[in-house]
């Protein structure tokens, strides 16, 4: 069974950097991990859920939503079967609950439909 694992949330002040890490294990072989998109998504207190970022299976394509574009920055280590979120220039609309999924493809976007497992999230606050 598949699961994630975020970490790296907190509280930090506006301006400031937070790097979320996500570890994925369960797979039928490691090497498994590298064959899917993995995607960063959150979730405001009273918000639906939004996409943040995705990368693909290989770490060659990457997507960011709009409103964190330039300041987070999505990587991956297929060796490790980790996926990091840097986010940099943190406001406080930044806030919520981020949520690593494992798409069922190696190229998603930021569609929740196309990721099939999700971990249990950390929490972001940006507050002075």
């Known amino acids: 069974q598949v699961q994630l694992v975020e970490s790296g949330g907190g509280l930090v002040q506006p301006g400031g950097s937070l790097r979320l890490s996500c570890a994925v294990s369960?797979?039928?072989?490691?090497?498994?991990?590298?064959?899917?998109?993995i995607g960063w998504f959150r979730q405001a207190p009273g918000k639906e859920r939004e996409g943040v970022s995705c990368?693909?299976?290989?770490?060659?394509?990457?997507q960011y939503a709009d409103s964190v574009k330039v300041r987070f920055t999505i990587s991956r280590d297929n060796h490790e079967n980790k996926v990091y979120l840097q986010m940099n220039l943190l406001k406080p609309e930044d806030a919520g609950a981020y949520y690593c999924?494992?798409?069922?493809?190696?190229?998603?976007?930021?569609?929740?439909?196309?990721?099939?497992?999700w971990g249990q999230g950390t929490q972001v606050t940006v507050s002075s």
């Open positions: 369960g797979f039928r072989s490691p090497v498994y991990f590298s064959y899917y998109a």
């Open positions: 990368i693909s299976s290989s770490g060659g394509n990457k």
């Open positions: 999924a494992v798409a069922d493809r190696a190229v998603a976007d930021l569609t929740s439909r196309q990721y099939s497992t």
